[in-house]
């Protein structure tokens, strides 16, 4: 696979998500496929981020660390990143904003000076479109023709008006210009071709559109890195839809809000990270005593506590799964990538729906950040199944919420839409919802819920398979590690040996499935961004296997192939 | 509970005999069956404490939650079903110290939804320790040399925070808290209404007798105004040899349904599910 990186760097605050949206959405459309993350503080202005885009030309779902292009917005990416540029590789910065030192460091026939303000003012143009002409430096490096790059900001800035729009192209041109008359017609990547439309996307688009897909019509949240995104998405675009998007005074007012609109009817969901998925965990337990479907997004970020609240790990799968006091039926699931966001998130309220409960949704940054490109989505895969309910003349007088019935899964019946009376509580209840002390009900009422456990393991959502069929080596994770173990595995085969990938997008009841992958002769090794081994010990409770070995990332960077290869034995970083 | 005729109240309860809920449920079946509603078109949301278990004890539909996370559930069952009258239920021990922050922000949502708390100035069902509105130096359990801090004043904060309808009203006069609850449920947007409840077990203080000598019916009071606020909060602090009961305060403004316009003209819960919408927002992120 022929693949492109390129790393634009600057403060927070300077634009550089700018750039790299103008690019990545003009790479597409020029054909290529693409991964793109993005790495930032936790702060509005200063500091050091960067959005990172991998151009290839064939499908990819992960990063690398070696830069083809990197693209300076400030002083801080010269010193720190220009080790990176592979040989060969290209360098644009803003001459205006080095120091001396940094000058030094530039002094290389690989380093293109482009003064993207002053480009801009130069042509009479507002400072702010430095982004169009960094864009557009980076572009000669791409393409023949800015024809493209043109359209793109048309699109991108067209509810701006006219003014905007041939502003921004007259200092893409401009900074196109400088950049061709230094490489001048130096052989580029071959251009690839993607037939037919694609989505380019990031996971906090595709699990509200998974949301809205599955038909929520409530959802309750409070601001918090990295999942923010979802509830910003659902306040954003729910309108059109008659979504209500209420944002709550804590993650405890979030959950409860939620529950309270699911046990009234309607599809709910509450999106959070760690510290506000603490908040809810009581309430979960509400929903699990009572039957309450919910459908939590937990996207995950660096613990304990706050913190790196930028960046990625995953951390709380063991936390998901616990979830709360007490024994009642759950369901965790965990996305590889944006595709599965988008499916997963629908499948989730038919899983919550289906068996009454609470299912977690979990994300975390770097799958909620990081664009990709994919095939359209195909809705018709989308069905919904709102589970039993019953209304009108089946839910008379004689209604009980709780009724005991084999597989646990009493019909429900939304409130007022019966001459049935419907009664749930937190408190352990008769079949009737009211409160009892008795231990023979206790003890029914328990097997009447958890039996409804046994019915989601057995419909668990199996293992995502990758490589070798027989392999003598394999990476098993869950989560957004799918892209980074699938390219290892990738290159393992190619070095020749029998590599396996094994996703996991269901986490909790894990899949009786993966028993048999478990019991292969080959080499195991567990993939995960967590210190402890978490999904290591949720494999080992269960099926009492544990691995060969485990690949473990915490410094709240994103796996990726490099990563998980230098950690397998004969590699660089083996046994450290 | 089952029937569907009139709202009844049942016998059998968990309550201690003479405990002034029995008041309150009787009071608010009372209430209800002259407002002409169904059971089936109520709900009730409570969380935890004796006050909690009423909802249990008089027909209707039942959401019994957690300690203090009454309002929040109720608000997401109204904004989910508007068409269902929704009554909120908690003691001040759920709904002022545990639930306090969701008070606040209930009542600046402006949700539809009418809030009876059952003020005893006491924790019952942990066996009376004290409450945010427990007397000043009261001995209690945990508070062996006396309650040192303020007492919360729900109806001075609820009318700071421009509530809709503030009232209070007393357990042991029927008609009076029938009369105030069947108003606050009338009224548009969030209702308060705080009850004094004498608890006969743990508080020797604030009893039946206590409050007969000293509550007297603002709403009968010539000249009252309950739509000066200023008024409204200066009464609110009153407590003491007199402790005004009634309507303190009601304005109308827009509910938290009225924020949502059209999204809300249907109950989304009687809204067709529209997956639709999202065919036209992915063509946002298609290209090519």
Redesign the interface.
């Known amino acids: 696979m022929q693949t492109l990186n390129i790393k634009i760097g600057g403060q927070a605050g300077q634009g550089l998500v700018s750039v790299g949206t103008i690019l990545l ?1 003009a790479a ?2 020029e ?1 290529w496929h693409l991964f793109a993350h993005q790495d930032y503080e936790s702060r509005i202005r200063g500091g050091h981020n960067f959005f990172q885009i991998r151009l290839a030309d064939g499908p990819v779902a992960s990063w690398e660390n070696d830069i083809d292009v990197l693209v300076a917005l400030d002083e801080t990416t010269i010193t720190r990143e220009l080790e990176e540029v592979r040989p060969g590789g290209v360098v644009i910065y803003d001459p205006d904003v080095l120091g001396s030192e940094a000058k030094k460091l530039v002094e290389q026939p690989n380093c293109i000076g482009l003064p993207f303000a002053r480009v801009a003012e130069e042509l009479g143009q507002p400072k702010i479109m430095a982004n169009a002409a960094a864009a557009g430096a980076v572009w000669a490096l791409l393409s023949e023709e800015i024809t493209v790059l043109h359209e793109t900001l048309a699109l991108l800035f067209g509810d701006k008006g006219d003014k905007i729009v041939s502003g921004n192209q007259q200092v893409a041109s401009a900074g196109f210009q400088r950049v061709r008359n230094i490489v001048g017609a130096k052989p580029r990547p071959e251009k690839p071709r ?1 037939p ?6 990031k996971g906090n ?1 595709a699990l509200p ?1 998974g949301a ?4 929520v ?2 959802m ?1 949240a409070y601001p918090m890195t990295p999942s923010t995104g979802v509830t910003e998405f659902i306040a954003q ?1 729910g ?6 998007m ?1 944002q ?3 993650e ?3 959950i ?13 969901m509450t999106a959070t990270s760690g510290g506000g998925f603490a908040l809810m965990t ?2 979960l337990s ?1 929903a699990g005593s ?1 039957e309450i479907p919910v459908v939590v997004v937990n996207a995950m970020r660096p613990g304990p506590s706050t913190g790196l609240p930028t960046r990625t790990e995953q951390g709380d799968l063991r936390y998901a799964v616990a979830m709360s006091f007490g024994d009642f039926p759950r369901a965790v699931l965990a996305p590889g990538d944006v595709e599965e966001a988008f499916y997963l998130m629908a499948h989730a309220f038919n899983l919550a729906e289906e068996y009454q409960m609470p299912v977690v949704v979990l994300s975390d940054q770097h799958l909620a950040d990081s664009y990709v490109t994919v095939p ?2 195909d ?1 018709s895969r ?1 069905e ?1 199944r709102r589970g039993r309910v019953v209304s009108g003349a089946k839910a008379g ?2 209604y009980l919420r709780y009724r005991y019935i084999k597989d646990g899964i009493s019909q429900r019946l ?3 839409f ?10 352990e209840h008769g079949e ?4 009892i002390e008795d231990a023979e009900t206790r003890r029914k009422m328990m097997e009447k819920r958890m039996a409804k456990q046994r019915l989601v393991e057995e419909n668990a959502l199996g293992p995502v398979l990758c490589g070798a069929e027989d392999p003598e080596i394999m990476l098993i994770g869950f989560g957004s590690t799918k892209g980074a173990i699938a390219e290892a595995v990738e290159i393992l085969n190619s070095r020749g040996l029998r590599a396996q990938g094994v996703h996991l997008p269901q986490v909790f009841p894990l899949p009786k499935s993966l028993e048999q992958f478990l019991q292969q002769p080959a080499q195991k090794f567990i993939v995960e961004s967590n210190y402890s081994g978490q999904l290591e010990d949720l494999i080992a409770a269960r099926f009492a296997v544990r691995p060969t070995g485990s690949i473990r990332r915490y410094d709240g960077r994103p796996m990726n192939a490099k990563y998980i290869l230098d950690r397998l034995p004969g590699g660089e970083c083996h046994g450290r | 509970m089952a029937g569907n005729q009139g709202f009844v109240v049942s016998r059998e309860t968990a309550w201690c005999p003479g405990c002034g809920n029995f008041g309150i449920v009787r009071a608010l079946a009372k209430a209800l069956n002259e407002l002409g509603l169904k059971p089936s078109e109520v709900l009730y949301v409570s969380g935890i404490g004796q006050a909690g278990k009423l909802p249990h004890y008089i027909s209707g539909n039942v959401l019994n939650t957690l300690h203090g996370r009454t309002l929040p559930t109720a608000t997401g069952a109204k904004l989910a079903n508007g068409d269902l009258t929704v009554i909120a239920i908690g003691g001040d021990g759920d709904g002022y110290a545990e639930g306090g922050n969701h008070f606040l922000h209930a009542i600046r949502k402006n949700v539809n939804i009418t809030y009876i708390v059952h003020d005893n100035q006491v924790f019952g069902l942990t066996k009376g320790q004290a409450s945010p509105r427990s007397d000043q130096g009261m001995v209690t359990a945990t508070t062996p040399t006396g309650v040192y801090n303020e007492p919360f004043n729900p109806l001075a904060t609820a009318i700071t925070l421009n509530a809709g309808f503030v009232a209070r009203s007393y357990a042991g006069d029927q008609e009076h808290l029938a009369r105030t609850l069947q108003a606050a449920i009338q009224h548009e947007g969030f209702a308060l209404v705080d009850v004094l409840q004498p608890c006969v077990t743990f508080n020797r203080i604030n009893t039946y007798q206590y409050f007969r000598e000293r509550v007297y019916d603002l709403d009968q009071e010539e000249g009252y105004d309950r739509t000066d606020r200023q008024a409204a909060w200066a009464r609110s602090w009153e407590w003491g040899e007199r402790i005004p009961i009634g309507i303190f305060y009601q304005i109308q403004r827009p509910t938290l349904a009225d924020n949502y316009g059209e999204i809300l003209t249907t109950p989304l819960v009687k809204q067709e599910l529209s997956p639709g919408i999202v065919e036209e927002l992915l063509r946002e992120f298609q290209i090519g």
């Open positions: 959405r597409t459309k054909g993607y037919g439309p694609r989505l380019v996307l688009d559109l809205l897909a599955a038909g019509k409530f309750s675009y309108a059109e839809a008659k979504v209500v209420e709550a005074e804590d405890i007012s979030a409860n809000m939620t529950i309270g609109a699911s046990f009234a009817g309607v599809r709910a009581e309430a509400l009572a359209p989505f809705l989308i919904i007088p004689d939304y409130p007022g019966g001459e049935g009376l419907v009664v749930s509580a937190g408190d009737d919802g009211h409160l």
